[in-house]
């Protein structure tokens, strides 16, 4: 079953607090991908990970950091939240081979509100 | 700047209609376009994707235009219904040994009325 789970499913934090987002993927899926979704701006692309420990910035990484310790789990952390890092956080995983190499799928999202 | 840009916030077809969705990029290295459709509460899925080397792809009702001069490409979808009613997303992005580094737009939200 090809899947991408994203734990949990809605989170409230306060303000300076850490916080943790988790993803796991079973396709065994070389490139995993960390985006953002806010009204009116779309999906925003904060990290991607090629492979294990091969991580590179998005467009938006400041504020997050992101963890590769195997290649079926992607980590998002956030030190220090803040109330503008609500957001609605997807995770995402593509082949990087064959003929849908760039396909993402995506999890179902984690809803995160910083108080 | 916004790499990966809908002007269209929004757009409302009679069932039965064609919907012309639009996205324009700015990047002239990407070589990869994608639509997704998401439903409310929902996480994106593809619907069609197309690569650099083409400038055209149909898939039953839908259709993509490339058009790499203009940076610009479409998707029309034909005989819309009402369970077309959802947000789209484009995305593009450069291939780089396989993966691609999406970058996606605003999002439009389609309504299709019966």
């Known amino acids: 079953d090809m899947k991408v789970t994203q734990m949990p499913r809605y989170l409230i934090k306060r303000m300076g607090e850490n916080v943790l987002l988790e993803c796991g993927q079973d396709?065994?899926?070389?490139?995993m991908y960390w985006y953002r979704q806010d009204p009116g701006l779309g999906l925003q692309l904060i990290y991607i990970?090629?492979?294990?420990?091969?991580?590179s910035e998005g467009d938006i990484p400041k504020g997050y950091r992101v963890s590769r310790k195997k290649r079926e789990h992607f980590s998002l952390i956030l030190d220090s939240a803040k109330t503008n890092q609500t957001s609605v956080y997807f995770c995402?995983?593509?082949?990087?081979?064959?003929?849908?190499?760039?396909?993402?799928?995506f999890g179902s999202g984690t809803r995160l509100t910083v108080l | 700047g916004q790499q990966v840009k809908q002007s269209s916030p929004s757009l409302t077809v009679q069932e039965g209609g064609i919907s012309i969705l639009n996205c324009d990029y700015e990047?002239?290295?990407?070589?990869?376009f994608a639509w997704y459709k998401k439903y409310p509460d929902n996480s994106p899925t593809l619907l069609i994707s197309?690569?650099?080397?083409?400038d055209k792809r149909e898939d039953g009702r839908l259709t993509v235009f490339l058009n790499k001069s203009g940076k610009h490409f479409s998707l029309h979808i034909t005989a819309s219904q009402p369970e077309d009613t959802a947000v789209y997303l484009c995305?593009?992005?450069?291939?780089?040994?396989?993966?691609?580094?999406?970058?996606f737009g605003e999002g439009t939200k389609l309504t299709v009325s019966s």
């Open positions: 995402a995983s593509s082949p990087g081979t064959g003929p849908s190499a760039e396909t993402l799928y």
């Open positions: 197309v690569r650099s080397n083409v």
């Open positions: 990970s090629y492979d294990v420990d091969s991580n």
């Open positions: 990047n002239d290295m990407f070589d990869y």
């Open positions: 995305a593009a992005g450069e291939n780089q040994g396989g993966s691609a580094k999406l970058i």
């Open positions: 396709m065994s899926h070389e490139t």
